[in-house]
């Protein structure tokens, strides 16, 4: 059972020198260098276009307000989070909302969006997460943002992990691509330790 009170979603915890990375500027672009060759190779002389050419400006990618996914009954708004004062990863504060790490790229941006969710809560209550475990490779979501922009996702496969485990990969990526994980808790409930012994993570990719 998960409660807001004393909760501490330990995966997150784990995830911490992925998050520090992230806050010192993990997804910053590297500086640009340039070559001698570069300037050899540039023609002596540059003769400007009879036409303007047209500029395509890519439309940038909002906040993401709202998640659906259609086969296990998911309609939540998402919160935007970012680091607690221990490190970790901010979580959902009601049990039927999912999370996004806002250190991270956005849903529909090159890199891993990771989203977190409950899989329950005080008293019984359903998190929004509840049925997570069911999706499959093949499932579709949506993500759509403050613009009113919808981005569809595939999901690629599913993985737990241990506490233990290496989890680098839920936070990072790099084949140039857009991906969205999603987060969220699983296996046998530790009562002393108030946590589950491991963290179920869906992943995504954008359907182009």
């Known amino acids: 059972m998960l ?17 520090v990375q992230i806050a010192l500027g993990f997804y910053q672009s590297p500086p640009l260098v340039t ?3 570069a300037v050899a190779a540039a023609p002596a002389k540059i003769v400007a276009p009879t036409k303007k050419t047209p500029v395509i400006v890519k439309p940038t990618i ?6 659906k996914i259609p086969s296990i009954g998911v ?15 901010g979580v959902p504060t009601v049990p039927r909302d999912t999370a996004w790490y806002n250190l991270g790229p956005k849903p529909g941006e090159v890199g891993s969006a990771v989203i977190s969710g409950h899989v329950n809560w005080l008293y019984g209550a ?4 509840e049925k997570l475990k069911s999706l499959h ?3 579709t979501m949506t993500v759509q943002d403050e613009k009113g922009s919808v981005t569809t996702f595939k999901v690629r496969t ?4 241990g506490l233990m485990d290496d989890v680098t990969a ?21 009562k002393k330790a108030k946590m589950y012994d491991k963290r179920l993570v869906v992943f995504a990719d954008k359907v182009e």
């Open 3 to 19: 409660g807001p009170v004393g909760y501490v979603f330990s995966v997150l915890i784990l995830f911490q020198f992925v998050s």
């Open 35 to 37: 070559t001698h060759l």
């Open 62 to 67: 909002g906040i993401p307000v709202r998640m």
């Open 75 to 89: 309609n939540a708004n998402i919160q935007s989070v970012g680091l607690t004062a221990d490190g970790s990863m």
């Open 126 to 129: 359903k998190g929004v997460f």
């Open 137 to 139: 490779a093949g499932d």
């Open 158 to 161: 599913t993985h737990a992990y």
């Open 170 to 190: 839920v936070f990072r990526s790099t084949d140039g691509k857009s991906h969205i994980n999603l987060v969220t808790c699983a296996g046998v409930w530790d």
